[in-house]
């Protein structure tokens, strides 16, 4: 005699099956759109990985025809360098310049310099009083104070004396740290 139990998995098992193949048969329209995202994504990914590699050939084009401009560049500028060099070096004895100048505009130079140098031996003629007043103020007051007799003010005699004085005690001195020397160590 079949088994209910059997019987009743066994339909369970199909009940099963059939639910697994409708929910397959169901997400199919799915699994078919996210199939056609995964290739359009895939083919998005392919195409910026060979603009990538496009644009990294193309900046190394560039760089090289930079580097090329560069090293132009600098030969240039190195070309111009030495020109200049030169040019200063050339300048001394090759670059000698000739003026023209009319009598008016000779005159007219004339007597600027002349009303410059009268300016400045008039300046020069007003330091001389003032130095020559400043001067004279400074005799006035070293007289004042002669006059008045301030100051400390030696004659060449007690001058004199008070040198003597202090040499001979300077020679006493040194000659009993002699003698006690002499002695002590004896």
Same mark, same amino acid.
């Given at each position: 005699m079949? @088994?209910?139990?059997?019987?009743?998995g066994?339909?369970?098992e199909?009940i099963?099956?059939k639910?697994a193949? @409708?929910?397959?048969?169901?997400?199919?329209s799915?699994?078919?759109?996210?199939?056609?995202?995964?290739d359009k994504?895939?083919?998005?990914?392919?195409?910026?990985?060979l603009?990538?590699?496009?644009?990294?050939?193309?900046t190394?084009?560039?760089e090289?025809?930079?580097g090329?401009?560069?090293?132009t560049?600098?030969g240039?500028?190195?070309?111009i360098?030495?020109h200049?060099?030169?040019v200063?070096?050339?300048a001394p004895?090759?670059?000698?310049?000739?003026v023209?100048?009319? @009598?008016?505009?000779?005159?007219?130079?004339?007597?600027l310099h002349a009303?410059w140098m009268?300016?400045?031996?008039?300046m020069l003629?007003?330091?001389r009083?003032?130095q020559?007043?400043?001067?004279?103020k400074?005799? !006035?007051?070293?007289? @004042?104070?002669?006059?008045?007799n301030e100051?400390?003010?030696l004659?060449q005699?007690l001058?004199?004396?008070?040198g003597s004085?202090?040499?001979?005690?300077? #020679?006493t #001195?040194?000659?009993?740290?002699?003698a006690?020397?002499?002695f !002590?160590?004896?």
């Open positions: 079949p @088994d209910f139990d059997e019987m009743w066994d339909v369970q199909e099963q099956e639910d193949e @409708d929910a397959v048969v169901n997400r199919a799915e699994l078919k759109q996210l199939s056609a995202d995964i994504a895939t083919t998005a990914v392919i195409n910026a990985k603009s990538l590699e496009s644009s990294i050939r193309q190394q084009r560039e090289g025809v930079l090329a401009a560069v090293n560049i600098r240039k500028v190195d070309t360098d030495k200049i060099d030169q200063l070096k050339d004895t090759k670059l000698k310049v000739t023209t100048v009319c @009598d008016t505009d000779w005159q007219k130079m004339q007597e009303q009268e300016k400045e031996k008039q003629a007003d330091q009083r003032q020559e007043v400043l001067w004279q400074q005799s !006035h007051r070293l007289t @004042d104070i002669v006059r008045n100051g400390v003010w004659s005699r001058f004199y004396i008070i004085l202090s040499l001979l005690s300077l #020679i #001195i040194v000659l009993e740290i002699a006690y020397v002499y !002590h160590w004896m």
